[in-house]
């Protein structure tokens, strides 16, 4: 089944996108559209239509990751969670005594 988009909704989700924070995808998912590629094509076509003005584009964003971590439902249970931060904590001390063993040529033996 193919559904059907109006322009007003068109539109609102397209000034919403502007608006927002949040990035594409996760404003695709706001809006259970199938593809962040309906935005994208929904902005040329109201742009074209004269509902948009020409050029019309979202601001850049800053730096850093936007917030669509918040829209994404957390499916680990807390077992999975815990050895995550166990698997992380042990990446960093193996991390740390690689470092340690590349060193090892330029340490000075006590006699």
Do not use: C, H
């Not at 927002?20 to 199938?34: E, H, N, Q, T, V």
């Not at 994208?40 to 850049?60: D, F, M, R, V, Y």
């Not at 005594?97 to 006699?111: H, N, R």
């Amino acid at each position: 089944m193919i559904r059907r988009y109006s322009d007003d909704f068109k539109l609102s989700v397209i000034k919403d996108y502007y608006s927002s924070p949040l990035g594409i995808r996760a404003i695709a998912m706001k809006y259970d559209l199938p593809s962040k590629n309906y935005i994208n094509k929904w902005e040329k076509e109201l742009i074209a239509k004269g509902l948009l003005p020409e050029g019309s584009t979202k601001p850049n964003k800053s730096a850093g990751r936007s917030p669509e971590k918040i829209m994404r439902k957390d499916t680990r249970t807390e077992r999975e969670k815990q050895l995550e931060d166990e698997i992380r904590r042990l990446k960093a001390r193996v991390a740390y005594f690689e470092g340690l063993e590349s060193l090892q040529p330029f340490i000075k033996k006590k006699k």
